[in-house]
């Protein structure tokens, strides 16, 4: 339930929300974010949470990363059938995971979450996966027929929006990018995705450095504030350092707070 101030206008009382987050748009063509080296911090891990704002504004039917490696050994993106498809690699390329979404999502104006995590640390076929769209369970399972592993989450650069020859951009919104490598939670458990979207389908504030779920901060975390501007939106409040911005964000029209 999302509680807010109210304030009194034209129409009546009206509930502002109590947590305010802004939504920035890649524009499909130029704009995407890069770190330009490893994340500070970073190591290889079998866990990991990634949660994520998103509205599509186009780019049906094509490639469109959302997270990537210059190896692509974790790569987050939307095939061509428009569904969500994350890999999960170690090093030496021999074991891997491959989960998503098994529903295909278009263009339009509706904000939607996406919720997942993972564990690479059990036998073939056993392996924990979560993927939530907007507090619904999407998960569907692409490959898991190997032994334990730990995941190759480090890279000499780490890329959002694109791929890492800078193609397959994402077109659409984004807010409140959390990457959280070697964190994990079961997102079964209705109390753990509480932490991430409200029982109204609304953000919940993450905490000024994206600990409050977990305790421990992100090594990415991407917000744009009330009153903030798009550029804002480089400013890695986590703790695996800043990225820079290839392009130009722009304030997204609506946001997934409103």
Avoid: C
């Amino acid at each position: 339930m999302s509680f807010g101030y109210q304030i009194l206008g034209f129409g009546g009382i009206a509930t502002a929300p109590s947590y305010v987050t802004l939504g920035v748009v890649f524009d499909g063509t130029n704009d995407y974010m890069s770190r330009g080296a490893d994340w500070t911090g970073s190591a290889d891990s079998s866990q990991g949470i990634l949660s994520l704002w998103f509205r599509i504004n186009g780019g049906d039917g094509s490639n469109r990363r959302y997270m990537a490696d210059p190896g692509g050994l974790y790569v987050m993106d939307m095939q061509p059938d428009n569904k969500f498809t994350w890999w999960i690699y170690n090093t030496a390329t021999t074991n891997v995971i491959g989960f998503g979404s098994s529903t295909a999502y278009t263009a339009g104006s509706t904000w939607r979450h996406l919720l997942a995590s993972f564990d690479t640390d059990y036998s073939a076929g056993n392996k924990k996966t979560y993927f939530y769209i907007t507090d619904v369970d999407d998960n569907v399972v692409i490959a898991d027929n190997n032994s334990a592993f730990t995941a190759d989450l480090t890279a000499s650069d780490h890329f959002i929006g694109a791929s890492a020859g800078t193609g397959e951009k994402f077109n659409g919104d984004m807010a409140d990018f959390y990457w959280a490598p070697d964190q994990f939670l079961d997102f079964s458990v209705t109390a753990n995705r509480r932490k991430f979207i409200d029982a109204d389908g609304k953000p919940v504030d993450l905490g000024s450095d994206g600990s409050t779920p977990t305790g421990t901060a992100p090594i990415a975390f991407f917000h744009v504030g009330a009153g903030g501007a798009a550029t804002d939106f480089d400013n890695n409040l986590g703790t695996g350092g800043d990225v820079t911005i290839t392009g130009a964000l722009a304030l997204a029209s609506t946001n997934p707070s409103d």
